[in-house]
């Protein structure tokens, strides 16, 4: 979140698209309801299903599932037309009027640069045009031809309310009414906020989805206000935390990057990451890049790391290829992995195409599996009927159940959606054998270490040379020594860091995490503070836990001021210039002791200083978003540009496009979401929460219900490609057909709860029917919009 979850009270229009925030979120939409109650703010939710967030709406938009980008570029393209943009925003802090190179093109769905059999893009022309200097040619007029703004209005021009309403099903009349309620935040005095989940995360363009509501923001003036932002709503207490953390597998903690193989040593790899300034007097923020990392491998190595030995660079690993989870199966699949650690996470039922995951599963030696309950994914190897149909004696695989501690029976940090790293106390001891994560991966460390120094091994360096000193306990370093070195320390003076402007690149810092800095200092634990007091009544409440980075509440704050440092809207002002010093409610998002002039590029950890509409070469198929169907398309085409359909860089392992199925096979879109009554895979295993919602099931229109001669109840089978399940059928109001690109297309839906290992009712997980086919840059797989048939089972 750029914003956080208290600040959503201040919007004028709230706008849920890609998720469904009052029955995923039900606590957080509290703030929705406080914005309508108290602020008179309207609500929007587009969604495929009239859902439990569009039940309590203002306006409701209907549309195709993998269409988001479309209605979100036609959106923009409504706002520039209409003169709906806030123009003084626009031309102060965004690209709008940079310069873009000569050779950089788009044609036909393609942009410049790219390669047919590798399907990837040379980025090269994906660029500014730069002056001598190196800095980025402007045109501040906005009439250069070649300038972002220009060609943004070009590239959206295409899409009018007719192609969005052809292309996503959303009738004209409903889209006009989104965009006019939208666009009515324009203006200084109001904004608004978008909420989004894993409903744009979960498609082959899921990065694309978020840019261009980006956009959009950019517009509208809407990014660095209160009210508005770009909010992730988090399905997990800590799912933000586990990003922070690396999640990703070309990620390090504090979204440093891990080196590929072509970063040989240490200057090459900090060259590579440590951007140059593309205007003049750039704060440029990831100038710092080397204090960052420098730190960051004093913590991984502590003394072991020296400016000689490069700080520990070469005991990183070094990447050859997106090794995601996917990946991993997929090496699984072939024979290429003996063994895995699943970790906190339900393979079996999260992973696409099931029946390929559990093979995958069968040819392992060993699998180990960290987690509090007994997952489907520990006895995958149990045959289970029709649930999970497999011969025991035929796998190979020895599974080691390791049991660890839930988040109630253990003391540590957690870091919500708003990005407040919140400290909670352990409420209960486990039960039986459960350990904690750290005590169970400490244990496997010294386990290793003593092996190596028994019997010698490959490359012992990394593990003999990992940071353990200094914990009460080398066997279980508890969660606030941890805590202590994710924030960070001063190696010369051994106290803790106040914050990242501290950090240093000559090896006299070490830091676990960046952007943590500030959150553990000799003042003690900022994230177990509980001082709620708001003196300005905006939601900003500094003294309640520690929000990254540097307790600050709302990211690139210096946007909700002109350039001149007074507030667009003083009635919603954050930050303001006055008699000579800056004055405000949060800690400001740059170097408070510069003038308004000189610190009027709000979007310091760009090298411009601005916000971009056009993203240079940082995302895999294109610097502008553009509409690309899913790959399993119900209308077999793509209206915009018929030879190519959809994500032109998407990933395709091998084998994966003979399970893809075709519209003429499988007719209908299948989407997936979660229920209230339960919790991803955790609360079937609560008995109240699996007597409240005993079973799966799929929801289907009443036409499409009627046409299949399917009732209320009646037992289905759900198809796509790759496999099939069982379940009862919902027949409902809540999903619509649309009618798209001259066809009739029809929508069902799955909750994604099941599973045969718990207190619910035994079904198929849903995820037996979905593609592994994924987002082209976080290879994030297309659970949202994939084909399926349907069929009523007869005689049951």
């Not at 045959?383 to 149909?389: L, Q």
């Amino acid at each position: 979140m750029t914003n956080h979850w208290i600040d959503i009270k201040n919007s004028n229009v709230v706008v849920i698209m890609g998720g469904n925030a009052a029955e995923a979120h039900p606590v957080g939409f509290g703030w929705v309801t406080e914005a309508m109650e108290h602020n008179n703010a309207k609500l929007v939710v587009v969604d495929p299903r009239y859902n439990r967030s569009a039940a309590l709406s203002d306006c409701y938009a209907p549309l195709r599932s993998g269409t988001d980008i479309a209605f979100l570029l036609g959106l923009s393209r409504y706002l520039i037309e209409t003169k709906q943009v806030n123009y003084d925003y626009v031309k102060a802090y965004t690209n709008a009027s940079y310069i873009v190179r000569e050779d950089f093109e788009f044609n036909e769905g393609l942009f410049s640069g790219f390669d047919e059999k590798t399907r990837t893009y040379d980025k090269e022309t994906w660029h500014y045009d730069l002056d001598e200097n190196g800095y980025a040619k402007v045109d501040e007029t906005l009439s250069h031809p070649r300038c972002v703004w220009n060609l943004l209005k070009k590239h959206v021009d295409r899409y009018d309310f007719e192609t969005v309403s052809n292309i996503t099903g959303t009738p004209v009349e409903d889209y006009e009414k989104v965009c006019a309620l939208i666009g009515s935040t324009h203006t200084h005095d109001k904004a608004a906020t978008f909420m989004y989940a894993l409903g744009w995360t979960h498609h082959t363009k899921g990065a694309q989805n978020i840019r261009s509501m980006a956009m959009v923001q950019l517009l509208l003036g809407n990014i660095g206000v209160l009210g508005g932002g770009v909010n992730a709503l988090r399905g997990h207490s800590n799912v933000q935390g586990a990003t922070d953390m690396g999640l990703l597998c070309q990620a390090l903690p504090g979204y440093l990057k891990l080196p590929n193989d072509k970063d040989t040593d240490l200057k090459s790899y900090l060259n590579r990451y440590t951007p140059q300034p593309l205007r003049p007097g750039q704060t440029n923020y990831w100038s710092n890049y080397p204090k960052f990392f420098v730190s960051q491998m004093k913590s991984f190595w502590g003394n072991h790391a020296t400016s000689e030995n490069d700080y520990g660079y070469d005991w990183l690993p070094k990447w050859d290829l997106q090794y995601d989870f996917t990946k991993h199966i997929d090496m699984m699949y072939k024979g290429e992995v003996n063994g895995y650690f699943i970790q906190g996470v339900n393979a079996i039922n999260s992973m696409p195409n099931r029946n390929k995951t559990l093979a995958a599963f069968c040819k392992l030696k060993y699998m180990v599996v960290m987690d509090p309950l007994a997952t489907e994914t520990s006895v995958f190897w149990e045959k289970a009927g029709e649930f999970n149909n497999v011969e025991p004696s035929e796998i190979q695989t020895e599974v080691f159940r390791l049991p660890t501690t839930l988040f109630a029976e253990e003391e540590g940090c957690i870091v919500n959606s708003g990005r407040w790293m919140q400290w909670h106390w352990k409420g209960a001891n486990p039960p039986g054998e459960s350990k904690p994560d750290a005590e169970i991966l400490s244990g496997l460390l010294m386990k290793l270490r003593a092996l190596y120094d028994d019997e010698g091994g490959v490359l012992p360096e990394p593990i003999q040379a990992a940071h353990w000193a200094g914990y009460h306990d080398k066997m279980f370093p508890h969660g606030f020594e941890v805590a202590k070195e994710l924030n960070g320390i001063d190696l010369k003076t051994g106290k803790q860091l106040n914050s990242f402007s501290e950090l240093k690149d000559d090896g006299s810092t070490a830091c676990g995490c960046w952007i943590y800095s500030g959150s553990w200092t000799e003042e003690g634990n900022m994230m177990a503070r509980r001082d709620n007091t708001d003196k300005s009544g905006k939601g900003i409440t500094p003294g309640w836990a520690f929000a990254w980075p540097a307790n600050r509440r709302v990211l690139y704050n210096r946007a909700s001021s002109d350039v001149n440092g007074k507030p667009w809207d003083p009635k919603r002002a954050i930050l303001e210039w006055d008699n000579g010093k800056w004055h405000g409610i949060d800690v400001g998002d740059f170097n408070m002791k510069i003038s308004p002039q000189e610190s009027a590029h709000p979007f310091i950890m760009q090298p411009e200083g601005a916000g971009r509409f056009f993203a240079l070469d940082k995302l895999a198929e294109g610097p502008f978003p553009e509409h690309y169907e899913p790959v399993e398309s119900p209308i077999g085409t793509n209206p915009l540009h018929p030879n190519v359909i959809s994500n032109p860089a998407v990933r395709m392992l091998d084998g994966v496009a003979e399970t893809l199925g075709s519209h003429n096979d499988f007719p209908y879109v299948c989407t997936t979401y979660c229920v209230t009554e339960h919790f991803n895979f955790w609360t079937k295993h609560c008995r109240l929460a699996a007597i409240s919602m005993p079973e799966t099931f799929v929801e289907l229109d009443e036409v499409l219900a009627k046409a299949k001669g399917i009732n209320n109840g009646d037992w289905v089978t759900v198809s796509s490609k790759r496999g099939e399940l069982k379940t009862k059928a919902l027949v409902t109001k809540r999903l619509q057909p649309l009618k798209v690109n001259g066809q009739l297309v029809h929508t069902v839906g799955l909750p994604r709860h099941g599973g045969h290992n718990a207190l619910t009712r035994k079904s198929t997980s849903c995820n037996i029917l979905t593609t592994e086919v994924g987002d082209a840059n976080t290879q994030v797989p297309e659970f949202k919009a994939f084909l399926v048939n349907v069929a009523k089972v007869e005689g049951v």
